[in-house]
């Protein structure tokens, strides 16, 4: 019974593939699991709030059907159903909301992408990569996968074009400051090598002090930033009020007073939601990133 | 004829909590179901419903009693074990070492099946054995065997066990919850494959157990009184000792570490119907397997996310640890 039925879903495929052309490809996703694509996806639940940023950018909030706890932008997002975390999607509530595609990323654990797989949930995912350019990457392959290749392609078009512009910008750069990037509040929690922050301060002509760090996030010796003596501490935080609380905490914090960046009092605030997002938006941080460590190359845009 | 009636009545209440807890952890989710959806299901299998009544809910439901059983037994053998009523797969450090092992395995990239086992249930028996037998001869001082040394090497090396789990999972990934799952125990992402990997190793460890029981019965009087009456004693240590520690690794290797109850359930049941071992491990392995099923329910529902099981397990059975302390003279 069970293979009589296969045996027509595969001659369907292949009347589908005569008659309409090559409508069923497969593809590879981050993970090499092959990806079948057919009809564009109707019902889509993200893992990850970057990759919801993009998919309201591919015109697909309508399609949209579960995002998780932490996708907040665009604001459309708030209203979606909710389906747990990034690290605890809630495997109920994924299949109540029947997906199509469920768009995962390596950040989500591995035990859960195999249990949605083991459920036989059509599931893609993304590798996140360590710098700027993994988002152009991301970008098209949810386009391609979302069967929106023209709109992923304007999109990304038109963020090369933004990065190129800071990069011409910054081209005179003479002196690229040391930084030191408090995340996570007030702990010197910083993010090293495999970190697409410490990526972006490169391409921001500055130099990430940890950046020789083998490790994506990391807890910095309090000495050692002494030491490193950073001449622009940039603090990620959700909103102005925390910001202006871990940086009371750094300038009353007596062992950091001799510190550049506390003297000269060179420090600034950077939306952790733009930033550590690889997403859309991430070139509005390498924007503003640019702007704090130059604003000498960017006086008459201002 | 008084106790048997005893325990016909015990095994009735069992069964219709066991019954009960299944058919609330079907009813109970993050998903809104009732009666109606299961009986929707049955009529006509909406492939939805069907997804998280069984593949999700029931085959968790059941993985939690499986190892709720195998950890139960394997407390009851190592306390009649060590004669001593303290003794659990958790203290004895049998999980710890377990679950070192089964990380190990993971740290090391291994993944492959060796007729029919996994890899990682071999590492995590091979080192839950290693912790076991260590702490066995070092309990063991000059021929005398002490309780206190047994507990505290027990806690000890198993303490050493998790802090190079933790070691592992911290240089392997910064993944935070790796180290609950291993160190918490979670059913979070149960599924039938788990299932059909502790089945077979239960049943095969009850039964063995449960042809020895009489041997049990006898080594609880000590080795020279049991080995006068005719209990092949070597062996038969050897066999109890073997399969305890597969029973507990073969739990964690698919759980994490649940602490305290291989530890309280053959507490309860030697309470409630004495210490006959050919009753006690079917009574234990029951009543484990019970406990963890309501102790699952209330991780999934108390908070709006998931907690780890171990937290529940930990939060009634160390009072209960403590109790036990405190009672002996």
């Not at chain 2, 053959?266 to 963890?292: A, K, M, N, Q, V």
């Amino acid at each position: 019974m069970k293979s009589k039925k296969i045996h027509a879903v595969f001659l369907l495929i292949f009347l589908n593939a005569v008659l309409f052309g090559n409508q069923q490809t497969t593809i590879k996703d981050d993970l090499d699991f092959p990806f079948v694509m057919t009809s564009p996806p109707q019902r889509i639940i993200s893992l990850a709030p970057n990759i919801t940023e993009i998919l309201f950018d591919l015109d697909l909030g309508e399609k949209v059907v579960g995002v998780t706890r932490y996708c907040d932008f665009p604001e459309k997002a708030l209203k979606k159903e909710k389906i747990g975390g990034m690290i605890d999607p809630n495997l109920e509530k994924v299949i109540a909301l029947k997906p199509d595609l469920i768009i995962g990323f390596r950040g989500n654990p591995l035990r859960i992408i195999e249990r949605l797989r083991g459920l036989q949930l059509p599931l893609f995912v993304l590798e996140m990569g360590t710098n700027l350019e993994t988002v152009f990457i991301i970008i098209e392959k949810i386009g391609t996968i979302t069967q929106k290749e023209e709109k992923a392609e304007i999109l990304v078009e038109s963020l090369k074009k933004r990065y190129s512009k800071t990069q011409t910008a910054l081209r005179n750069v003479q002196h690229e400051p040391r930084v030191f990037l408090s995340i996570h509040g007030t702990g010197l929690w910083t993010c090293g090598k495999g970190s697409f922050l410490n990526d972006l301060v490169g391409k921001a002509k500055g130099v990430n002090i940890a950046g020789n760090i083998p490790r994506k996030w990391l807890h910095y010796n309090r000495e050692q930033l002494i030491h490193d003596n950073p001449e622009v501490i940039i603090i990620l935080s959700k909103s102005e009020t925390e910001f202006s609380k871990v940086k009371e905490w750094i300038k009353n914090e007596a062992h950091l007073k001799g510190i550049k960046a506390v003297e000269t009092d060179r420090i600034y605030f950077l939306d952790e939601n733009l930033a550590t997002r690889p997403g859309p938006r991430l070139i509005d941080a390498l924007e503003e990133l640019a702007r704090i460590l130059h604003p000498q190359f960017f006086k008459e845009e201002r | 004829m008084k106790t048997r009636k005893k325990k016909l009545r015990l095994l009735l209440v069992l069964l219709i909590l066991l019954v009960v807890g299944l058919l609330i952890s079907l009813l109970e989710g993050p998903v809104e179901t009732n009666f109606n959806d299961l009986w929707n299901l049955i009529i006509n299998n909406d492939s939805t419903f069907r997804t998280i009544f069984i593949d999700l809910r029931l085959s968790r439901a059941l993985l939690a009693f499986l190892v709720g059983a195998s950890l139960s037994l394997s407390g009851a053998i190592l306390q009649g074990y060590f004669q001593n009523p303290m003794a659990g797969p958790f203290v004895v450090g049998v999980s710890s070492g377990a679950s070192f092992g089964a990380v190990l395995c993971i740290y090391l990239g291994l993944n492959i099946r060796i007729i029919g086992f996994s890899v990682q249930s071999i590492f995590a028996f091979a080192s839950g054995f290693a912790i076991v037998s260590l702490v066995y001869l070092l309990s063991q001082r000059k021929g005398v065997f002490k309780v206190e040394t047994l507990l505290l090497t027990g806690i000890a090396a198993g303490a050493l066990a998790s802090a190079l789990t933790s070691f592992m999972i911290f240089l392997k990934a910064d993944s935070f919850e790796q180290a609950v799952f291993w160190l918490l125990g979670s059913f979070a992402l149960s599924d039938w494959n788990q299932i059909t990997a502790v089945v077979p190793y239960f049943f095969l460890c009850f039964i063995i157990a449960q042809w020895l029981a009489k041997d049990m019965n006898l080594l609880v009087l000590g080795d020279d009184v049991a080995q006068s009456l005719g209990c092949p004693v070597s062996s038969v240590r050897k066999i109890f000792l073997a399969i305890s520690t597969f029973l507990a690794a073969s739990s964690v290797s698919v759980s994490g570490i649940i602490g305290f109850v291989g530890l309280i359930v053959p507490h309860w049941i030697r309470i409630l119907i004495g210490p006959d071992h050919r009753h006690l491990f079917l009574f234990s392995s029951l009543t484990g397997g019970i406990f963890l099923i309501y102790s699952d329910l209330l991780a999934r529902t108390l908070l709006r996310g998931e907690l780890p099981i171990g937290i529940i397990t930990a939060v009634v059975g160390a009072p209960f640890f403590i109790y036990l302390l405190s009672q002996r003279k």
